[in-house]
């Protein structure tokens, strides 16, 4: 569905079904950003003697690409209302 305008009225009357998507989303973003920090972190450590991080790394992407398609289906979710994610 292509975004649309909407009134004050109808944007106001979505917001108890949109705010809980969008806060949602945050929490997954800081997930997202937790876990690449995560992979930097470990990926530098590898440079170094990297013994025992596999699993730690393997545990770090799983989260990166978990929220990363939770955050996708949430957009998805918001967009088939008409609403533009920016």
């Known amino acids: ?17 949109i705010a809980p998507l969008l806060w949602k989303a ?21 440079k170094g003697n990297g013994h025992g ?11 990166l690409e978990q929220a990363a398609v939770a955050i996708n289906e949430i957009i998805e979710r918001i967009t088939k209302l008409g609403i533009e994610v920016k």
Not at 1 to 17: C, V
Not at 33 to 38: C, K, M
Not at 53 to 63: E, N, P, Y
């Open 53 to 63: 991080i596999d699993t730690d790394l393997a545990r770090s992407r799983s989260s």
């Open 1 to 17: 569905m292509a975004p649309r305008l909407f009134s004050r009225d109808e944007a106001e009357s979505l917001l108890p079904q």
């Open 26 to 46: 945050r929490d997954l973003k800081k997930q997202h950003d937790e876990s690449q920090a995560d992979i930097i972190a470990l990926q530098n450590q590898a």
